[in-house]
Every structure is written in C-alpha cells, then in structure tokens.
C-alpha cells in the first residue's frame, strides 16, 4: 500500500499550527439523501473524501446509490456511476423504476487508470461542477499491474490506493472549489457479512458505510434496510438508519446515533 499522503506538500517537521487548511476542504457536499449525509455526519461528504459502502447481496446498494448520484446531480454535480456488475440498460431501468429527476452519468470501464483518466477528462471538460465517482464495484477492477488483464488478491488494494491517491489530489487548472473529487466505492462482502479483502483496504479510506436487511422477525424494523457507519474521518461515526424498500425505492423510517466519534 502506497498512498500519496504527501501531496498537500506540508514538509516533515512542521508545526501544525502552520498548516493552512485550504478553504474548500472545510464545505461539506450533502446530497439531500437523508440516511445517506446523516451516516456520514449529518452533512455529506467532505471534498477528497473516499467512503466504502459495503453491503449484502440484495439488500439495494444500487437502488441507494442511484438515488445519490441522481440527487447530486440535480445539485449541479457532474456525478459518474462506473459499474461492470450491471448494464446501462439495467440502470436505466433502475433509474426509470425510482422516478428520478437528476441524471449521472455512465460508465462501463473495468481498468481503473483508463477509469481515472475519463474522470479527469470529464472534469477538465466540464470545470465549473464538483465530481462525483460511484465506482460498482471495486472487486471487478483491474488495476492494470499485468498486461493480461490477470487478477489477483491484490489487485483490489491496488485499484483502491488509485483510487484513493486520485480523489485526494488536488486537479490543476479548475476552480479552488472543485479542485478535489469525492469517490464512493462499492465493497462485496462475504457470506458472514464480513467485508471482502484484506483489512488493509479500511486503512485507504475516510468512512465506511455498511447496508444490510433487518433478519429479526420480533423487531419493530423487521425486513428495513440497516445502513450503519462504522468509521468516518471527517465526522462522527455510529449512525444507524432504517429504510423501507419499496417500488420508487428506499423511504428512511428511523435512525439511531450511538457515541461512536470515528
């Protein structure tokens, strides 16, 4: 794992009450998805932020995330949803299906550094809007390491530390307030519900979100969609919300904070 943690260019040695902390990484991006900002603070997500949203199988990763793209688009962002686990014609009937009014755009890039550098131009084509990547999933990148297209158990970490690295450089050439993306990465978990991959990926990120479905038929929630925040750099930690899955979607019916602080 290499991450670039020197890019603010802050020397070694320098007294931390002389690092000037540039004003637009002190905004927050709400998206207006309720459950969505409340699990991340209350207010959305910090410009440079990188979150993992892991999830069961079915429990509607795509179906929120959808929202959330759809949501900050019709707030003015430029918003990419990158999947190789579903076509274009299934998100669209995704999006058809929840009615709604913003619109993302689309990818169907498997190899990261070309992902990247689509971004990139789409950023520079488009200068005046904040970015957005929603990459689904990270499991099915290739980060580009073998010529062959060859994948290995490293070839996640490495796709995430690109990832990671890329949304926290600051883009030259654009203005101060959109110099730094936001990237929501989609995780797999195994059949414990434990997240996929090595440990070390929860060491390249800000926050991670975790979405399961209420099993406990005695529970008030019983069949609501959990989405719990376990860590977050740039807020507090510990939200839970439930939501209730219907055909335009997901509808928050309650939420519990606990006194987790990241």
């Not at 707030?75 to 929840?98: H, I, K, P, W």
């Not at 169907?108 to 950023?123: A, G």
């Not at 959109?178 to 990926?201: D, P, R, T, W």
Request: charge should be neutral.
């Amino acid at each position: 794992m290499q991450l670039n943690v020197s890019i603010d260019g802050i020397e070694f040695g320098t007294s931390i009450r002389d690092v000037v902390v540039p004003p637009e990484l002190r905004v927050k991006r709400p998206s207006g998805v309720k459950a969505f900002d409340q699990g991340l603070g209350g207010e959305g997500m910090t410009p440079s932020m990188v979150t993992l949203f892991t999830g069961e199988a079915g429990a509607g990763k795509t179906t929120l995330l959808m929202e959330v793209a759809a949501a900050y688009s019709e707030r003015g962002y430029n918003v990419v949803f990158n999947t190789a686990e579903e076509s274009a014609y299934q998100l669209r009937m995704t999006y058809d299906r929840l009615q709604l009014k913003g619109a993302p755009l689309i990818g169907q890039i498997s190899r990261c550094p070309d992902l990247l550098e689509q971004c990139d131009y789409i950023r520079e084509r488009d200068p005046t809007k904040p970015f957005i990547l929603i990459q689904d999933s990270l499991q099915v990148l290739d980060d580009g390491k073998f010529k062959n297209g060859r994948v290995t158990c490293a070839t996640a970490e490495r796709s995430l530390e690109q990832i990671t690295n890329w949304t926290k450089a600051r883009m030259p050439g654009v203005p101060d307030e959109v110099a730094f993306a936001n990237s929501i990465v989609i995780g797999q978990v195994n059949k414990s519900g434990k997240m996929a991959g090595s440990a070390k990926l929860m060491h390249m990120i800000d926050a991670r979100m975790h979405m399961s479905v209420e099993k406990d038929e005695k529970s008030e929630w019983f069949d609501c969609r959990k989405i719990f925040t376990p860590k977050n750099r740039f807020g507090g930690a510990g939200m839970l919300s439930f939501m209730r899955m219907g055909n335009r979607g997901l509808t928050l019916v309650g939420q519990v904070s606990s006194d987790l602080t990241g």
